[in-house]
């Protein structure tokens, strides 16, 4: 029997895991200086959760199964539902603001394809029960923060940063109503991977009136923020979301990464449960998916049979991100090396038992290990050594057998000195 | 809607999260050092893989689906035949021995039980393509590495060990075929969790002759390593493996762990795999199912299609090590706690922007900073502070705005020094 892998998945020997465990670490430590705290979820639900606000693209491309209760479950294509349900479990309970992140592993039912897989991690961060633009700010920063971090700079990356809210009030103007907009939105969305010739036939066949067509067009043409109060006079509530994100500028500018955003009207995230402040992050070089997306979502909870409380969001997966990091030879090829504090050899089989000993004693005190299964002659040893990347070696020979002591071998300048046992035993 | 977690999964709040990374990065750390590299594959494979070589009760468990293309795919309940499927597709360029770890998430579609769970974490250490009984005792030793770490002594647990080889050549004596055993080690795996009355029952079922049944018994009545050869002149096979679990034995004496451990011919294993030495490792009290179990399997490779190579590893699920540790009382429970190095607050509303600016570019060095969402007097913010477990104060005022400089506050006894925000900056 030889059985594959299923496509879209992925096999991660320790060479591609020690790249994942780099990129996770980092998603991690820049999240807790940030002071949001890690939570997580199972890796299925209820199917239901998925159907309801998760929007058309998800649930199509969900894994669902039933269990022996018939129960209708699905394996987790996003985290945000799951978080919904968490927060609302111990809604009052949970001290507020509830800053948490999550690395998840999700899976979707899509054609695998360049940074899309059928199954991949993404690191979400989230910040529940405040209004204020100051925690859509914080989330762009952590964002940014964590990909400076990489090496990535504002040459190679932007924000693309614009409001569901300005939309949904300069929609609403121009005479459409709330029904309409979740699939004009999903539209939109795809308005840059599309032709076109493509996006103004889905258009027309949304929008029947040429007029209305006309509008969005004016829309989406728009770029710089302050040529939105050219387009039409502004109703309140677009006068609202253009004050809230000059705000957000403001704060990202005082956050010193201003270099890295910029207002774009056409990002418009696909999901359907956004409501203001939306961005995305995309390669300047255009080349790319979108590296994350993220923004406010002010009814979740609400919608997942809870009170109404604000919160705004990210996520990013690991597939985009790996691209772009090793486009631009950001990625640590020695990540995989292994970090071993010392190889223990022998000059004579008849001290492998004494080996044994001193690798198990040495190891039980926290240091990294290793000594050759094979035995053999010194040289032999020391190549199994120099094989799996061993700085260091101890040597055991007949002043092991006379004084209990051990030549300690830097592999790198052949130098060795004699160490007694103990004192090896509690060296740092 | 309001919608629950299903039934055997579990929600990981931050509380719960911290637990999960503390027994995740113990299980990661101490393979490390002892020299396992990490590997982790897909979440789900092909149903197929599982219906091999799994033994029934994990067949019976499996959550089964059908991707668009109806293929049979199933999320995985445990790890192993995936680290086959990849150890076989590279067989020929990964350097043995073969020693790696994973610390996968797994799903069993099982009735939910204390120590049993549908969705769980399980630690799993193999070596690969070492014939040596000393691969054998060094999965043991890391083992009860870890298991020592978290503060478990030898009067908490115990590896309990035996042999697969030994007992098949032991009932193949006694008459048993190689087609009988894989029903026969599923029932005498079950033993010590009947009633005698049941097993006996069992035993009967399976096995119609007396005299089989009554050398069953004879053979699981055996107490120490020494007996076995009381039961019947050995064949060369039986003494061979004798001979292997006495320099098994000898082994783990040298590795300093022979205190935890102990031959126990009841320890059979479940799965259909094994073919050498079995271990499990058991609460003394006998309370709780096993904390973790493995042992030798060097015909997998070769049943899932590759060459014939030796292999012995160990799986040790969370949810039984998290309740005996809990009632051990080795769990920290200030594991959870936030550490912050600072907490930004303000004298004055106005200085709002410039804490902003300071708590970014405190982060953006690497500190985990946190200051208040509602702002307030000084007095609310360092309510707030002490909330969230600050135990470093950064206070801007009056020598802010004079001289850049910020009040440094120890939270706990209350002295605080001036200190300009660039010396801020670099502080350790």
């Known amino acids: 029997m030889k ?138 920063f952590t964002t940014i923060d964590y990909l400076q971090e990489t090496g990535l700079t504002a040459k190679d ?10 939309l949904k009030a300069l929609f609403e103007a121009a005479g459409f109503v709330d029904d309409e907009l979740p699939a004009l939105y999903l539209l939109l969305d795809k308005k840059s991977k599309l032709p076109a010739e493509t996006f103004n036939e889905m258009l027309e066949e ?28 502004l109703p309140e509530e677009a006068s609202a979301a253009m004050a809230e994100l000059e705000e957000l500028f403001a704060l990202l500018e005082v956050m010193g990464i201003s270099d890295y955003c910029k207002f774009d009207i056409g990002i418009v995230r696909g999901l359907a449960y956004y409501t203001g402040i939306v961005f995305e992050v995309h390669d300047i070089k255009g080349e790319l998916r979108a590296v994350c997306g993220g923004g406010r979502y002010d009814n979740l909870l609400k919608d997942f049979g809870g009170p109404a409380v604000p919160a705004t969001g ?32 022998v000059l004579d089989e008849a001290l492998r038992k004494d080996a044994i000993a001193l690798t198990a004693r040495l190891r039980r005190k926290g240091m990294r290990v290793e000594m050759s299964y094979k035995g053999g002659g010194l040289g032999k040893q020391l190549k199994a050594a120099s094989d799996i990347g061993a700085s260091t070696c101890v040597i055991m020979g007949r002043e092991y057998i006379e004084e209990r002591k051990v030549a300690v071998k830097d592999m790198a300048t052949g130098v060795q000195k004699l160490v007694g046992t103990e004192e090896l035993l509690v060296m740092p």
Chains 1, 2 share one sequence.
């Open 3 to 140: 059985i594959q892998a299923v496509k879209g998945t992925r096999d991660f020997y320790p060479e591609e895991m020690a790249l994942r465990n780099w990129i996770v670490d980092g998603w991690k430590r820049v999240s807790v200086r940030n002071g949001f705290a890690e939570f997580d979820g199972p890796i299925f639900e209820y199917l239901q959760m998925y159907q309801v606000k998760s929007g058309d693209e998800i649930v199509e491309q969900l894994f669902s199964f039933e269990d022996r209760g018939e129960r209708k479950l699905a394996i987790r294509p996003e985290i945000t539902p799951t978080l919904a349900r968490m927060v609302n479990q111990r809604i009052n309970s949970l001290p507020r603001p509830i800053k948490w992140f999550s690395v998840p592993r999700l899976c979707r039912a899509e054609r695998p394809q360049k940074g899309r897989l059928r199954e991949f991690f993404q690191w979400n961060i989230d910040t529940i029960g405040v209004d204020d633009v100051y925690a859509d700010a914080e989330v762009i």
């Open 206 to 233: 949304k929008v029947a009136d040429p007029a209305r067509r006309k509008i969005v067009a004016q829309i989406m043409g728009v770029k710089e923020l302050n040529e939105v109060s050219r387009l039409m006079k």
């Open 157 to 166: 990356i932007q924000a693309k940063i614009s409001s569901r809210r300005l």
């Open 314 to 345: 990210m996520g990013m997966g690991d597939c985009v991100l790996e691209i772009l990091l090793r486009e631009r030879g950001l990625i640590d090829e020695s990540l995989a090396a292994r970090r071993l504090d010392y190889f223990v050899a």
